[in-house]
């Protein structure tokens, strides 16, 4: 839908009435925005972006394995604040050798590696490395690389 391109305009040029309507408008339509390629662009203003975000968290696991919703969960990991990553990487922790093994949802482990902070990422390891039959082909992947 090119819609959420003009959207997006005209929420880059509205005055801030104009602005709140059309966030007040797209309240409870958040998810339909991320899984469209049109409509997946990041917003600016901070009171879109905080309701955009809450939507976001609670259905972050979902779009890390989604087309288009991937680019908005490593957008979040890699911009968002503190404890908005502190949500998603608490939401994704244990799901990563599965998520490492998809198409889209392996974007997001990179930027989950990236932006995790040394506990995360120690804790990523640490499942990659464990011992279930999920985890032979991260394992292989580490022993051909010298990991």
Same mark, same amino acid.
């Given at each position: 839908?090119?819609?959420?391109?003009?959207?997006?305009?005209?929420?880059?040029?509205?005055?801030?009435?104009?602005?709140?309507?059309?966030?007040?408008?797209?309240?409870?339509?958040?998810?339909?925005?991320?899984?469209?390629?049109?409509?997946?662009?990041?917003?600016?203003?901070?009171?879109?972006?905080?309701?955009?975000?809450?939507?976001?968290?609670?259905?972050?696991?979902?779009?890390?394995?989604?087309?288009?919703?991937?680019? !908005? /969960?490593?957008?979040? %990991?890699?911009? =968002?604040? &503190?404890?908005? #990553?502190?949500?998603?990487? +608490? $939401?994704?922790? *244990?799901?990563?050798?599965?998520?490492?093994?998809?198409?889209?949802?392996?974007? !997001? /482990?990179?930027?989950? %590696?990236?932006? =995790?902070? &040394?506990?995360? #990422?120690?804790?990523?390891? +640490? $499942?990659?490395? *464990?011992?279930?039959?999920?985890?032979?082909?991260?394992?292989?992947?580490?022993?051909?690389?010298?990991?």
């Amino acid at each position: 839908m090119y819609c959420w391109r003009v959207i997006q305009k005209a929420t880059e040029v509205a005055d801030l009435d104009q602005k709140i309507k059309m966030v007040e408008e797209l309240d409870g339509h958040v998810m339909r925005c991320v899984h469209d390629q049109n409509g997946n662009h990041h917003c600016k203003d901070p009171k879109t972006q905080s309701k955009v975000m809450d939507e976001i968290l609670v259905n972050d696991s979902n779009l890390a394995q989604d087309q288009y919703g991937n680019y !908005v /969960v490593q957008h979040a %990991l890699e911009h =968002g604040k &503190p404890h908005e #990553r502190s949500i998603i990487i +608490d $939401e994704l922790a *244990g799901k990563m050798v599965e998520m490492s093994q998809q198409i889209f949802a392996s974007n !997001v /482990v990179v930027k989950y %590696l990236t932006f =995790g902070g &040394p506990t995360v #990422r120690q804790q990523l390891v +640490d $499942e990659m490395v *464990g011992s279930t039959e999920e985890n032979e082909p991260l394992q292989l992947c580490l022993i051909l690389m010298n990991f």
